[in-house]
C-alpha cells in the first residue's frame, strides 16, 4: 500500500468520500461546498497544466492557455517527473476513456 506523507484518517475519509461520488454533477455538487471558488479554480487549472505538460505543450503556451504562473507550470511539471504518479494515473485513465 502506498504511503504518503499526507496521509491520515481525516485525509482516508475524504478521500472515500470523493471515490463515493458517481457522477460530474455529484462532483460539482460536492466540492461546491467543500472548496471555495478559488481554490475549485486552482485545483482546476493544474490538472489542466498537467494535461498540457504532457502533451508536450511549452510554458508559454501553457501559461497562454491557463492564465497560470511559470511557478505553478514548474511545480506541476515537477510533480509530472518526480511526484507520487498521480497525475499520470488520472491522465491515462481520462485518455484511455476518452474524458479528456
Do not use: P, W
Not at 2 to 27: P, R, T
Request: hydrophobic share 35%.
Amino acid at each position: 500500500m502506498y504511503q504518503s506523507k499526507l496521509q491520515s484518517e481525516e485525509a482516508d475519509h475524504l478521500f472515500k468520500a470523493i471515490l463515493s461520488l458517481q457522477s460530474v454533477e455529484e462532483c460539482y455538487r460536492f466540492f461546491e461546498d467543500l472548496c471555495t471558488v478559488t481554490e475549485l479554480h486552482a485545483l482546476s487549472q493544474r490538472m489542466e497544466v498537467a494535461a498540457l505538460l504532457s502533451r508536450g505543450e511549452t510554458y508559454t503556451a501553457i501559461a497562454e492557455k491557463t492564465g497560470a504562473s511559470t511557478a505553478t507550470i514548474s511545480r506541476v511539471n515537477r510533480c509530472l517527473s518526480y511526484g507520487a504518479d498521480g497525475y499520470q494515473t488520472v491522465l491515462a485513465r481520462l485518455d484511455e476513456s476518452g474524458a479528456e
